[in-house]
């Protein structure tokens, strides 16, 4: 997998700089990854291929779902079909939480003190959690606002924290890190999303549009197929 830095001049240059995960962090801890989602599938839409990649590298990886998504699918257990799609993509543990979907604006406070507590007492004594995945500041969906404002409190310790993209970002979604997704990792990807069988029927979760934003996003740094994230913290 190749990590592109956009540098944001007028020709459109992208920088390759190497600031990938080791499999292990400088204090010889095994490096970890900490995802967070609103609703089940928004981190498999937003970083699903840059987890399959980083699992099969041997990173610890830990994913959050904090609420059931109810709203969008009512008596479905939606926890479940995230569980399955997580373990497909090689999640090493999923932590599903049960705020109220469509209201978390109301509950900032609590989800910073969650995921403090994930941070600090489920993350293995010998894992060191170095990159956060998480939702972005420019998204028209109140949750994923919500998410973002609770994260950037809740990992203020964490040196990598990127934002990635859902089909409710806004159209001022600017990407500044593009991660290059092979064959293999992106068809895990496309499967894992299938498992959410209550939303098979939203046209974002069809695989063409799934490959058609991951071609867009590759054109944008003259690569085949990436993942974009805005960056809300990096430090390499």
Same mark, same amino acid.
């Given at each position: 997998?190749?990590? $592109?830095?956009?540098?944001?001049?007028?020709?459109?240059?992208?920088?390759?700089?190497?600031?990938?995960?080791?499999?292990?962090?400088?204090?010889?801890?095994?490096?970890?990854?900490?995802?967070?989602?609103?609703? @089940?599938?928004?981190?498999?839409?937003? !970083?699903? +291929?840059?987890?399959?990649?980083?699992?099969?590298?041997?990173?610890?990886? $830990?994913?959050?779902?904090?609420?059931?998504?109810?709203?969008?699918?009512?008596?479905?257990?939606? #926890?479940?079909?995230?569980?399955? +799609?997580?373990?497909?993509?090689? !999640?090493?543990?999923?932590?599903?939480?049960?705020?109220?979907?469509?209201?978390?604006?109301?509950?900032?406070?609590?989800?910073?003190?969650?995921?403090?507590?994930?941070?600090?007492?489920?993350?293995?004594?010998?894992?060191?959690?170095?990159?956060?995945?998480?939702?972005?500041?420019?998204?028209?969906?109140?949750? #994923?606002?919500?998410?973002?404002?609770?994260?950037?409190? +809740? !990992?203020?310790?964490?040196?990598? $924290?990127?934002?990635?993209?859902?089909?409710?970002?806004?159209?001022?979604?600017? @990407?500044?890190?593009?991660?290059?997704?092979?064959?293999?990792?992106?068809?895990?990807?496309?499967?894992?999303?299938?498992?959410?069988?209550?939303?098979?029927?939203?046209?974002?979760?069809?695989?063409?549009? $799934?490959? +058609?934003?991951?071609?867009?996003?590759?054109?944008?740094?003259?690569?085949?197929? !990436?993942?974009?994230?805005?960056?809300?913290?990096?430090?390499?």
């Amino acid at each position: 997998m190749i990590v $592109i830095i956009y540098d944001g001049d007028s020709y459109g240059i992208s920088k390759r700089i190497d600031y990938m995960l080791n499999s292990t962090t400088s204090s010889g801890k095994r490096t970890g990854i900490l995802a967070i989602g609103a609703h @089940p599938d928004d981190i498999e839409l937003g !970083c699903g +291929a840059s987890l399959s990649y980083y699992s099969n590298e041997k990173v610890y990886i $830990i994913s959050v779902v904090m609420t059931p998504g109810c709203c969008g699918a009512e008596y479905i257990d939606r #926890h479940k079909e995230s569980q399955e +799609a997580l373990n497909m993509l090689g !999640c090493n543990k999923l932590i599903p939480l049960n705020f109220e979907d469509t209201r978390l604006y109301l509950q900032i406070k609590e989800m910073i003190s969650s995921l403090e507590y994930i941070i600090e007492n489920e993350t293995p004594q010998d894992v060191e959690i170095t990159r956060v995945y998480t939702m972005n500041n420019t998204d028209r969906h109140q949750d #994923h606002i919500a998410v973002y404002q609770a994260s950037m409190v +809740a !990992c203020r310790y964490i040196p990598q $924290i990127l934002g990635y993209e859902t089909p409710s970002t806004c159209l001022s979604f600017l @990407p500044q890190v593009f991660e290059s997704v092979d064959e293999v990792h992106f068809n895990k990807k496309i499967l894992a999303l299938q498992k959410h069988k209550s939303q098979i029927h939203r046209r974002y979760i069809q695989p063409e549009y $799934i490959i +058609a934003q991951a071609k867009f996003r590759g054109q944008q740094v003259s690569h085949s197929m !990436c993942e974009g994230f805005v960056v809300h913290k990096m430090v390499l």
